[in-house]
């Protein structure tokens, strides 16, 4: 996992604000075997082109740290205080389906905020609609097969 990917995941679970974010929308260029982020919850950058921003709007301080072992990349935010929410990234209603002859990989990225007191649903929000060309071997999945 390339660092900006490490900390687009990492702000999706904070009160920050993302400001620029480019993904590549329209190509699943791998299957999911023993995925554990969503797909479709990366980001892009390019130089002098595309570009990921986020703001702190909060009135707090926070810290990102990342790093690297023999093996991993990891990563953390650290706040000043802790936060009386916290957040889940999901993705619901994935498929895939078949349109004019091509595979499509379909699902909504949903980001849920609970509040850490009482287990209450604060906010589901909708932060990614995917539907993304398949670029693999599509003959093992499961596909509908769309008119």
């Not at 390339?2 to 904070?14: D, G, N, S």
């Not at 810290?63 to 023999?70: I, S």
């Not at 935010?77 to 091509?102: C, M, Q, W």
């Amino acid at each position: 996992m390339p660092i900006y990917h490490l900390i687009h995941w990492m702000v999706l679970h904070t009160p920050l604000t993302i400001i620029e974010h480019h993904h590549h929308d329209n190509l699943d260029l791998f299957p999911a075997f023993g995925r554990q982020v969503p797909f479709g919850v990366g980001t892009s950058i390019f130089y002098n082109y595309l570009d990921y921003r986020f703001r702190n709007d909060t009135d707090m301080t926070f810290q990102l740290t990342a790093g690297t072992d023999d093996r991993y990349l990891f990563g953390e935010i650290r706040a000043e205080r802790p936060l009386e929410v916290k957040y889940h990234i999901r993705t619901e209603n994935e498929s895939f389906s078949e349109e004019d002859g091509i595979v499509y990989r379909n699902g909504d990225v949903f980001r849920n905020t609970v509040d850490k007191k009482t287990g209450t649903l604060i906010s589901h929000e909708c932060i990614k609609k995917n539907h993304a060309r398949v670029m693999y071997d599509s003959s093992s999945l499961s596909i509908v097969h769309i008119d």
